[in-house]
Protein backbone atom coordinates (compact mmCIF):
# COMPACT_ATOMS: atom_id res chain seq x y z
CA UNK A 1 0.00 0.00 0.00
CA UNK A 2 1.51 2.94 -1.24
CA UNK A 3 -0.73 5.34 1.20
CA UNK A 4 -0.27 5.24 4.05
CA UNK A 5 -3.66 6.97 6.12
CA UNK A 6 -1.85 7.80 9.13
CA UNK A 7 1.63 9.56 7.25
CA UNK A 8 -1.38 11.52 5.37
CA UNK A 9 -3.22 12.55 8.47
CA UNK A 10 0.37 13.33 9.86
CA UNK A 11 1.57 15.35 6.74
CA UNK A 12 -2.16 17.16 6.69
CA UNK A 13 -1.08 18.67 10.32
CA UNK A 14 2.83 18.89 9.08
CA UNK A 15 1.19 20.94 6.25
CA UNK A 16 -1.28 23.29 7.88
CA UNK A 17 1.50 23.76 10.90
CA UNK A 18 4.04 25.17 8.24
CA UNK A 19 1.13 27.34 6.68
CA UNK A 20 0.99 28.80 10.26
CA UNK A 21 4.34 29.13 10.89
CA UNK A 22 5.34 30.28 7.38
CA UNK A 23 2.52 33.12 7.90
CA UNK A 24 3.63 34.44 10.78
CA UNK A 25 7.47 34.21 10.24
CA UNK A 26 7.49 35.05 6.44
CA UNK A 27 4.51 36.35 4.96
CA UNK A 28 2.80 38.96 7.42
CA UNK A 29 6.45 39.91 8.33
CA UNK A 30 7.57 40.71 4.54
CA UNK A 31 4.43 42.10 3.41
CA UNK A 32 4.36 44.59 6.30
CA UNK A 33 7.71 45.60 5.69
CA UNK A 34 7.52 46.31 2.05
CA UNK A 35 3.94 48.21 2.69
CA UNK A 36 5.56 49.95 5.72
CA UNK A 37 8.57 50.44 2.59
CA UNK A 38 5.96 51.98 0.14
CA UNK A 39 4.15 53.95 2.29
CA UNK A 40 7.36 55.72 3.75
CA UNK A 41 8.52 55.90 -0.27
CA UNK A 42 5.16 57.34 -0.95
CA UNK A 43 5.42 59.89 1.78
CA UNK A 44 9.37 60.67 0.68
CA UNK A 45 8.13 60.92 -2.80
CA UNK A 46 5.43 62.82 -2.10
CA UNK A 47 7.38 65.14 0.45
CA UNK A 48 10.05 65.32 -2.54
CA UNK A 49 6.97 66.67 -4.35
CA UNK A 50 5.98 68.90 -2.31
CA UNK A 51 9.83 70.25 -2.26
CA UNK A 52 9.82 70.22 -5.54
CA UNK A 53 7.02 72.60 -6.06
CA UNK A 54 8.37 74.70 -3.04
CA UNK A 55 11.74 75.15 -4.75
CA UNK A 56 10.26 75.44 -8.15
CA UNK A 57 7.92 78.49 -6.21
CA UNK A 58 11.27 79.47 -4.38
CA UNK A 59 12.98 79.69 -7.66
CA UNK A 60 10.02 81.63 -9.96
CA UNK A 61 10.19 84.42 -7.14
CA UNK A 62 13.67 84.73 -6.70
CA UNK A 63 13.92 84.73 -10.48
CA UNK A 64 11.48 87.51 -10.79
CA UNK A 65 12.90 88.99 -7.67
CA UNK A 66 16.26 89.09 -10.12
CA UNK A 67 14.29 90.57 -12.74
CA UNK A 68 12.94 93.20 -10.07
CA UNK A 69 16.20 93.83 -8.90
CA UNK A 70 18.18 93.57 -12.62
CA UNK A 71 15.52 96.54 -13.65
CA UNK A 72 16.06 98.42 -10.27
CA UNK A 73 19.53 98.17 -10.33
CA UNK A 74 19.53 99.62 -14.59
CA UNK A 75 17.39 102.46 -13.30
CA UNK A 76 19.85 103.27 -10.34
CA UNK A 77 22.75 103.11 -12.71
CA UNK A 78 21.24 105.57 -15.35
CA UNK A 79 20.08 107.65 -12.36
CA UNK A 80 23.50 107.46 -10.89
CA UNK A 81 24.91 108.32 -14.37
CA UNK A 82 23.03 110.97 -14.95
CA UNK A 83 23.46 112.25 -11.58
CA UNK A 84 26.83 112.12 -11.81
CA UNK A 85 26.53 113.79 -15.35
CA UNK A 86 24.86 116.60 -14.31
CA UNK A 87 27.23 116.58 -11.26
CA UNK A 88 30.19 116.94 -13.46
CA UNK A 89 28.58 119.67 -15.59
CA UNK A 90 28.14 121.39 -12.71
CA UNK A 91 31.71 120.93 -11.33
CA UNK A 92 32.82 121.74 -14.47
CA UNK A 93 30.62 124.59 -14.65
CA UNK A 94 32.00 125.83 -11.27
CA UNK A 95 35.77 125.09 -12.46
CA UNK A 96 35.04 127.32 -15.50
CA UNK A 97 33.83 130.08 -13.51
CA UNK A 98 36.37 129.93 -10.45
CA UNK A 99 38.77 130.02 -13.31
CA UNK A 100 37.23 132.78 -15.19
CA UNK A 101 36.69 134.69 -11.66
CA UNK A 102 40.62 133.39 -10.87
CA UNK A 103 41.82 134.64 -14.70
CA UNK A 104 39.90 137.78 -14.45
CA UNK A 105 41.18 138.86 -11.15
CA UNK A 106 44.80 137.57 -12.79
CA UNK A 107 44.37 140.17 -15.26
CA UNK A 108 42.73 142.73 -13.29
CA UNK A 109 45.81 142.43 -11.04
CA UNK A 110 48.16 142.00 -13.98
CA UNK A 111 46.49 145.01 -15.22
CA UNK A 112 46.36 147.16 -12.05
CA UNK A 113 50.37 146.22 -12.17
CA UNK A 114 51.14 147.13 -15.14
CA UNK A 115 49.22 149.92 -15.35
CA UNK A 116 50.52 151.03 -11.73
CA UNK A 117 53.95 150.02 -13.59
CA UNK A 118 53.49 152.19 -16.48
CA UNK A 119 51.88 155.16 -14.73
CA UNK A 120 55.15 155.03 -12.23
CA UNK A 121 57.44 154.32 -15.53
CA UNK A 122 55.91 157.24 -17.15
CA UNK A 123 55.99 159.27 -14.30
CA UNK A 124 59.55 158.46 -13.81
CA UNK A 125 60.70 159.31 -17.48
CA UNK A 126 58.59 162.27 -17.62
CA UNK A 127 60.34 163.37 -14.20
CA UNK A 128 63.80 162.40 -15.39
CA UNK A 129 63.17 163.66 -19.45
CA UNK A 130 62.08 166.96 -17.44
CA UNK A 131 64.85 166.85 -15.36
CA UNK A 132 67.30 166.49 -18.42
CA UNK A 133 65.60 169.16 -20.48
CA UNK A 134 65.72 171.59 -17.27
CA UNK A 135 69.93 170.38 -17.05
CA UNK A 136 70.17 171.54 -20.57
CA UNK A 137 68.22 174.59 -20.85
CA UNK A 138 70.31 175.41 -17.77
CA UNK A 139 73.76 174.32 -19.37
CA UNK A 140 72.30 176.21 -22.58
CA UNK A 141 71.16 179.22 -20.86
CA UNK A 142 73.58 182.56 -22.00
CA UNK A 143 73.47 186.81 -21.81
CA UNK A 144 71.57 186.27 -25.74
CA UNK A 145 69.23 183.96 -24.04
CA UNK A 146 68.93 186.55 -20.92
CA UNK A 147 67.92 188.86 -23.27
CA UNK A 148 65.74 187.04 -25.47
CA UNK A 149 63.96 185.66 -21.97
CA UNK A 150 63.46 189.52 -20.59
CA UNK A 151 61.85 190.75 -23.59
CA UNK A 152 59.22 187.91 -23.88
CA UNK A 153 59.22 188.75 -20.45
CA UNK A 154 58.35 192.52 -21.39
CA UNK A 155 56.19 191.43 -24.10
CA UNK A 156 53.76 189.33 -22.30
CA UNK A 157 53.85 192.13 -19.56
CA UNK A 158 52.58 194.05 -22.59
CA UNK A 159 50.45 192.01 -23.59
CA UNK A 160 48.12 191.74 -20.20
CA UNK A 161 44.66 192.53 -20.56
CA UNK A 162 43.38 195.89 -19.03
CA UNK A 163 41.50 193.82 -16.23
CA UNK A 164 44.95 192.24 -15.22
CA UNK A 165 46.40 194.89 -14.99
CA UNK A 166 44.05 196.76 -12.91
CA UNK A 167 43.89 193.50 -10.78
CA UNK A 168 48.12 193.44 -10.33
CA UNK A 169 48.10 197.14 -10.10
CA UNK A 170 45.48 197.04 -6.97
CA UNK A 171 47.71 194.27 -5.02
CA UNK A 172 50.73 196.51 -5.72
CA UNK A 173 49.05 199.27 -4.01
CA UNK A 174 49.00 198.08 -0.66
CA UNK A 175 53.48 197.60 -0.29
CA UNK A 176 53.83 199.20 -3.32
CA UNK A 177 56.70 196.41 -4.32
CA UNK A 178 56.82 193.90 -6.79
CA UNK A 179 58.81 191.25 -6.86
CA UNK A 180 61.36 189.82 -9.95
CA UNK A 181 62.65 186.38 -9.50
CA UNK A 182 64.83 184.72 -12.54
CA UNK A 183 67.52 182.22 -12.65
CA UNK A 184 69.76 184.46 -13.75
CA UNK A 185 71.39 188.26 -12.95
CA UNK A 186 69.12 190.49 -15.24
CA UNK A 187 71.37 193.15 -16.92
CA UNK A 188 70.70 196.18 -16.08
CA UNK A 189 69.49 197.51 -19.43
CA UNK A 190 67.07 194.55 -18.92
CA UNK A 191 65.64 195.99 -15.40
CA UNK A 192 65.44 199.35 -17.09
CA UNK A 193 63.55 197.96 -19.53
CA UNK A 194 61.72 195.82 -17.16
CA UNK A 195 60.79 198.54 -15.07
CA UNK A 196 59.84 201.50 -17.67
CA UNK A 197 57.23 198.38 -19.17
CA UNK A 198 55.60 197.82 -15.67
CA UNK A 199 55.63 201.45 -14.67
CA UNK A 200 53.71 202.02 -18.28
CA UNK A 201 51.40 199.30 -18.04
CA UNK A 202 50.68 198.18 -14.46
CA UNK A 203 51.74 200.64 -11.73
CA UNK A 204 53.72 203.79 -11.95
CA UNK A 205 54.45 204.18 -8.81
CA UNK A 206 56.16 200.92 -7.77
CA UNK A 207 59.49 199.57 -6.87
CA UNK A 208 60.39 196.45 -8.28
CA UNK A 209 63.13 193.77 -5.83
CA UNK A 210 64.98 191.34 -8.23
CA UNK A 211 65.76 188.27 -6.49
CA UNK A 212 67.73 185.42 -8.45
CA UNK A 213 66.13 181.58 -8.07
CA UNK A 214 67.88 178.80 -9.46
CA UNK A 215 64.38 176.87 -9.72
CA UNK A 216 63.07 179.31 -12.28
CA UNK A 217 64.68 177.85 -15.03
CA UNK A 218 65.42 180.52 -17.91
CA UNK A 219 63.15 182.29 -17.08
CA UNK A 220 61.81 185.96 -15.17
CA UNK A 221 58.92 185.45 -12.42
CA UNK A 222 56.66 188.43 -11.29
CA UNK A 223 54.47 188.38 -7.82
CA UNK A 224 52.62 191.04 -6.20
CA UNK A 225 50.28 189.56 -3.24
CA UNK A 226 47.64 186.97 -4.63
CA UNK A 227 48.80 187.65 -8.52
CA UNK A 228 52.26 185.92 -10.60
CA UNK A 229 53.50 187.09 -14.15
CA UNK A 230 56.12 184.95 -15.37
CA UNK A 231 57.80 183.01 -18.11
CA UNK A 232 60.16 180.56 -18.33
CA UNK A 233 61.26 176.89 -19.45
CA UNK A 234 59.88 175.63 -16.40
CA UNK A 235 56.38 176.85 -16.57
CA UNK A 236 56.31 175.49 -20.19
CA UNK A 237 58.18 172.35 -19.22
CA UNK A 238 55.81 171.72 -15.67
CA UNK A 239 52.71 172.49 -18.33
CA UNK A 240 54.11 170.03 -20.35
CA UNK A 241 54.55 167.68 -17.85
CA UNK A 242 51.22 168.10 -16.32
CA UNK A 243 49.67 167.48 -19.71
CA UNK A 244 51.87 164.28 -20.40
CA UNK A 245 51.10 162.95 -16.91
CA UNK A 246 47.17 163.66 -17.74
CA UNK A 247 47.15 161.93 -20.86
CA UNK A 248 48.65 158.79 -19.84
CA UNK A 249 46.22 158.97 -16.75
CA UNK A 250 43.74 158.64 -18.99
CA UNK A 251 44.81 156.16 -21.46
CA UNK A 252 45.59 153.93 -18.65
CA UNK A 253 41.79 154.60 -17.58
CA UNK A 254 40.53 153.81 -20.49
CA UNK A 255 42.65 150.25 -21.59
CA UNK A 256 41.43 149.25 -17.35
CA UNK A 257 37.96 150.25 -18.57
CA UNK A 258 38.42 147.74 -21.38
CA UNK B 1 24.35 5.82 2.48
CA UNK B 2 20.92 5.42 0.47
CA UNK B 3 17.93 5.53 3.61
CA UNK B 4 15.73 4.12 0.84
CA UNK B 5 16.54 1.08 -0.81
CA UNK B 6 15.60 0.61 -4.58
CA UNK B 7 12.76 -2.07 -3.55
CA UNK B 8 11.17 0.80 -1.47
CA UNK B 9 8.79 2.69 -3.41
CA UNK B 10 8.12 5.84 -1.08
CA UNK B 11 9.55 6.92 2.14
CA UNK B 12 6.95 5.83 4.49
CA UNK B 13 8.35 2.27 4.45
CA UNK B 14 11.09 3.18 6.18
CA UNK B 15 9.82 3.76 9.55
CA UNK B 16 12.01 5.08 12.10
CA UNK B 17 10.27 4.79 15.63
CA UNK B 18 7.00 2.92 16.60
CA UNK B 19 4.66 3.38 19.43
CA UNK B 20 0.84 1.58 18.72
CA UNK B 21 -0.75 3.55 16.10
CA UNK B 22 2.03 6.35 15.88
CA UNK B 23 4.59 6.11 13.41
CA UNK B 24 7.96 7.82 12.87
CA UNK B 25 8.93 7.29 8.90
CA UNK B 26 11.26 8.83 6.90
CA UNK B 27 8.71 11.25 5.43
CA UNK B 28 7.84 12.48 8.76
CA UNK B 29 10.95 13.02 9.31
CA UNK B 30 12.05 14.65 6.64
CA UNK B 31 8.99 16.87 6.38
CA UNK B 32 9.08 18.27 10.12
CA UNK B 33 13.14 18.79 9.26
CA UNK B 34 11.72 20.91 6.08
CA UNK B 35 9.50 22.79 8.26
CA UNK B 36 12.35 23.43 10.75
CA UNK B 37 14.44 24.95 8.40
CA UNK B 38 11.55 27.30 6.35
CA UNK B 39 10.56 28.33 9.60
CA UNK B 40 14.04 29.01 11.02
CA UNK B 41 14.93 30.42 8.27
CA UNK B 42 12.41 32.48 7.83
CA UNK B 43 12.27 33.29 10.99
CA UNK B 44 16.32 34.60 11.22
CA UNK B 45 15.74 36.34 7.50
CA UNK B 46 12.62 38.41 9.22
CA UNK B 47 13.65 39.54 12.48
CA UNK B 48 15.53 42.90 11.39
CA UNK B 49 13.54 43.29 8.65
CA UNK B 50 14.32 47.04 7.31
CA UNK B 51 10.94 49.63 6.41
CA UNK B 52 14.10 51.81 4.66
CA UNK B 53 14.71 51.42 0.91
CA UNK B 54 17.77 49.99 1.40
CA UNK B 55 17.45 46.28 2.55
CA UNK B 56 20.20 43.30 3.38
CA UNK B 57 20.00 40.78 0.40
CA UNK B 58 18.50 37.97 2.25
CA UNK B 59 15.49 40.53 2.37
CA UNK B 60 15.36 41.10 -0.92
CA UNK B 61 15.58 37.25 -1.97
CA UNK B 62 12.41 37.00 0.26
CA UNK B 63 10.12 39.87 -1.06
CA UNK B 64 11.16 38.86 -4.39
CA UNK B 65 10.04 35.40 -3.64
CA UNK B 66 6.96 36.58 -1.87
CA UNK B 67 6.30 39.18 -4.49
CA UNK B 68 6.60 36.39 -7.21
CA UNK B 69 4.17 34.31 -5.69
CA UNK B 70 1.54 37.15 -4.75
CA UNK B 71 1.74 38.66 -8.58
CA UNK B 72 1.25 35.07 -9.87
CA UNK B 73 -1.53 34.35 -7.53
CA UNK B 74 -3.08 37.72 -8.39
CA UNK B 75 -2.87 37.19 -11.91
CA UNK B 76 -4.41 34.45 -11.99
CA UNK B 77 -7.49 35.13 -9.30
CA UNK B 78 -8.00 38.53 -10.65
CA UNK B 79 -8.41 39.85 -7.36
CA UNK B 80 -6.01 40.15 -4.32
CA UNK B 81 -4.05 37.70 -3.50
CA UNK B 82 -3.33 38.37 -0.20
CA UNK B 83 -5.77 35.72 1.45
CA UNK B 84 -4.61 32.94 -1.22
CA UNK B 85 -0.88 34.02 -0.49
CA UNK B 86 0.53 31.71 3.01
CA UNK B 87 -1.69 28.38 1.24
CA UNK B 88 -0.35 28.75 -2.05
CA UNK B 89 2.85 29.86 -1.37
CA UNK B 90 3.22 27.35 1.54
CA UNK B 91 2.84 24.61 -0.76
CA UNK B 92 5.06 26.07 -3.25
CA UNK B 93 7.91 26.46 -0.63
CA UNK B 94 7.60 23.09 1.15
CA UNK B 95 7.66 21.22 -2.18
CA UNK B 96 10.29 22.73 -3.67
CA UNK B 97 12.49 22.71 -0.85
CA UNK B 98 11.29 19.52 -0.29
CA UNK B 99 12.66 18.72 -3.63
CA UNK B 100 15.76 20.93 -3.81
CA UNK B 101 17.55 19.18 -0.97
CA UNK B 102 16.91 15.61 -3.19
CA UNK B 103 20.65 16.26 -4.08
CA UNK B 104 22.10 15.58 -0.53
CA UNK B 105 23.08 12.08 0.14
CA UNK B 106 20.79 10.14 2.43
CA UNK B 107 17.56 12.18 1.91
CA UNK B 108 14.38 10.98 0.57
CA UNK B 109 12.14 14.05 -0.40
CA UNK B 110 8.47 14.00 1.38
CA UNK B 111 7.11 14.83 -1.85
CA UNK B 112 8.33 11.41 -3.25
CA UNK B 113 5.42 9.76 -0.52
CA UNK B 114 2.38 9.32 -2.35
CA UNK B 115 1.17 9.59 1.22
CA UNK B 116 2.41 13.51 1.29
CA UNK B 117 1.47 14.32 -2.32
CA UNK B 118 -1.88 12.76 -1.39
CA UNK B 119 -2.00 14.92 1.88
CA UNK B 120 -1.43 17.79 0.38
CA UNK B 121 -3.65 17.26 -2.04
CA UNK B 122 -6.85 16.77 -0.20
CA UNK B 123 -5.59 19.80 1.42
CA UNK B 124 -6.15 21.65 -1.58
CA UNK B 125 -9.15 19.94 -2.38
CA UNK B 126 -10.94 21.26 0.96
CA UNK B 127 -9.21 24.22 0.23
CA UNK B 128 -11.04 25.32 -3.08
CA UNK B 129 -14.63 24.81 -2.22
CA UNK B 130 -13.88 26.41 1.42
CA UNK B 131 -12.23 29.27 -0.40
CA UNK B 132 -15.16 29.39 -2.87
CA UNK B 133 -17.40 29.97 0.26
CA UNK B 134 -15.80 32.31 1.72
CA UNK B 135 -15.63 34.01 -1.94
CA UNK B 136 -19.12 33.07 -2.95
CA UNK B 137 -21.02 32.20 0.02
CA UNK B 138 -21.57 28.71 0.80
CA UNK B 139 -25.13 28.19 -1.79
CA UNK B 140 -23.63 30.40 -4.35
CA UNK B 141 -20.61 27.97 -4.45
CA UNK B 142 -22.60 25.06 -4.13
CA UNK B 143 -25.15 26.49 -7.11
CA UNK B 144 -22.04 26.58 -9.07
CA UNK B 145 -21.90 22.56 -9.15
CA UNK B 146 -25.47 22.98 -10.97
CA UNK B 147 -24.62 24.71 -13.35
CA UNK B 148 -25.45 24.78 -16.38
CA UNK B 149 -27.65 21.96 -15.60
CA UNK B 150 -28.69 19.25 -12.50
CA UNK B 151 -27.35 16.53 -13.78
CA UNK B 152 -23.71 17.90 -14.42
CA UNK B 153 -23.35 17.99 -10.53
CA UNK B 154 -22.19 14.30 -10.48
CA UNK B 155 -19.59 15.09 -13.21
CA UNK B 156 -18.32 18.26 -11.21
CA UNK B 157 -18.18 16.27 -8.23
CA UNK B 158 -16.14 13.75 -10.11
CA UNK B 159 -13.84 16.19 -11.62
CA UNK B 160 -13.40 17.51 -8.43
CA UNK B 161 -11.61 14.41 -7.16
CA UNK B 162 -10.09 13.32 -10.26
CA UNK B 163 -8.09 16.40 -10.63
CA UNK B 164 -7.49 15.90 -6.55
CA UNK B 165 -5.69 12.58 -7.46
CA UNK B 166 -4.21 13.84 -10.61
CA UNK B 167 -2.57 16.21 -8.28
CA UNK B 168 -1.29 13.71 -5.96
CA UNK B 169 0.04 11.02 -8.45
CA UNK B 170 1.84 13.63 -10.66
CA UNK B 171 3.89 15.20 -8.11
CA UNK B 172 4.57 11.63 -6.60
CA UNK B 173 5.25 10.06 -9.34
CA UNK B 174 7.68 12.65 -11.12
CA UNK B 175 9.35 13.12 -8.11
CA UNK B 176 9.45 9.41 -7.39
CA UNK B 177 10.28 8.75 -10.47
CA UNK B 178 13.45 10.62 -10.28
CA UNK B 179 14.97 9.34 -7.19
CA UNK B 180 14.68 5.84 -8.70
CA UNK B 181 16.25 7.16 -11.63
CA UNK B 182 18.72 8.48 -9.80
CA UNK B 183 19.09 5.35 -7.90
CA UNK B 184 19.29 2.87 -10.56
CA UNK B 185 21.89 5.06 -12.38
CA UNK B 186 23.98 5.27 -9.48
CA UNK B 187 23.90 1.77 -9.31
CA UNK B 188 25.05 1.51 -13.60
CA UNK B 189 27.29 4.34 -14.17
CA UNK B 190 28.32 5.99 -10.53
CA UNK B 191 30.07 8.39 -12.78
CA UNK B 192 28.70 12.02 -13.88
CA UNK B 193 25.76 10.40 -15.47
CA UNK B 194 23.93 10.24 -12.37
CA UNK B 195 24.95 13.84 -11.64
CA UNK B 196 23.80 15.30 -15.09
CA UNK B 197 20.37 13.34 -13.83
CA UNK B 198 20.23 15.13 -10.45
CA UNK B 199 20.49 18.83 -11.87
CA UNK B 200 18.01 17.86 -14.29
CA UNK B 201 16.04 16.36 -11.02
CA UNK B 202 16.65 19.32 -9.24
CA UNK B 203 15.16 21.36 -12.27
CA UNK B 204 11.91 18.77 -12.42
CA UNK B 205 11.06 19.25 -8.55
CA UNK B 206 10.93 23.14 -8.88
CA UNK B 207 9.33 23.02 -12.07
CA UNK B 208 6.59 20.54 -10.37
CA UNK B 209 6.48 22.58 -7.33
CA UNK B 210 5.51 25.29 -9.68
CA UNK B 211 2.90 22.77 -11.31
CA UNK B 212 1.44 22.09 -8.13
CA UNK B 213 1.49 25.63 -6.98
CA UNK B 214 -0.18 27.03 -9.97
CA UNK B 215 -2.70 24.08 -10.36
CA UNK B 216 -3.99 24.64 -7.19
CA UNK B 217 -4.38 28.31 -7.59
CA UNK B 218 -6.44 27.62 -10.82
CA UNK B 219 -8.39 25.20 -8.75
CA UNK B 220 -8.76 27.99 -6.23
CA UNK B 221 -9.71 30.55 -8.96
CA UNK B 222 -12.26 28.29 -10.97
CA UNK B 223 -14.44 28.67 -7.34
CA UNK B 224 -14.06 32.33 -6.70
CA UNK B 225 -16.27 34.94 -8.03
CA UNK B 226 -14.37 36.74 -10.05
CA UNK B 227 -13.33 33.91 -12.44
CA UNK B 228 -17.11 33.10 -12.92
CA UNK B 229 -18.15 36.97 -14.54
CA UNK B 230 -14.73 36.83 -16.09
CA UNK B 231 -16.30 33.47 -17.53
CA UNK B 232 -19.90 34.46 -18.33
CA UNK B 233 -18.49 37.60 -20.01
CA UNK B 234 -16.56 35.78 -22.04
CA UNK B 235 -19.79 33.89 -23.35
CA UNK B 236 -22.20 36.16 -23.37
CA UNK B 237 -19.48 38.25 -25.79
CA UNK B 238 -19.18 34.94 -27.73
CA UNK B 239 -14.82 34.35 -27.67
CA UNK B 240 -13.73 31.46 -27.69
CA UNK B 241 -14.84 29.81 -23.70
CA UNK B 242 -13.65 27.01 -21.85
CA UNK B 243 -12.86 25.09 -18.57
CA UNK B 244 -9.74 26.83 -16.67
CA UNK B 245 -9.44 22.89 -15.50
CA UNK B 246 -5.53 21.92 -15.79
CA UNK B 247 -5.33 18.16 -16.32
CA UNK B 248 -1.63 16.73 -16.00
New interface residues.
Partial sequence: M???????????I??????F???H???G??????D??EA??TSRLEEAETQRKEAENEAAMFKLKNQYIESQREEMISSAKEESESFKKDLMQKAREEIDSIQARWHETVEKQKIAFLKDLGQRATKEVFAVTRQVLKDLADKDLEQQIVDVFIRRVEKLSQEERRLISESVNGSGIILITSAFQIPDEGQVKILNTIKEYINNECQIDYQIASDVISGIELRTVGHKIAWSFDNYLASLETNVLEAMELGSRSEGAE | MEILHLDQ??P?AVVLWKWK???L?A??LY??II?AI??VG??L??RN?????E?SRW?SL??VV??GM?NQIGEICQQDA?RY???I???F??IAISNLLGFVPGYAP?TS????T???A??VFVAVPLYGMWDRGPIGYLKHFAEPSLFIMPFHILGEVSRTVALAVRL?GNIMSGSKVVGILLAITPLLFPIVMQVLELLIGLIQAYIFAILSTVYIASALKAHEEKESFAHSSGSLSGSTTVSG
Avoid at chain 2, 113 to 116: D, E, I, N, P
Fill in positions: LIDWFTVVAQINFLILVLLKFLYRIINAMQRRI | ISDFFTNTITWMLTSWATLSTEPTQLEVVRGLPFGTLLFPSLSTAALVCF
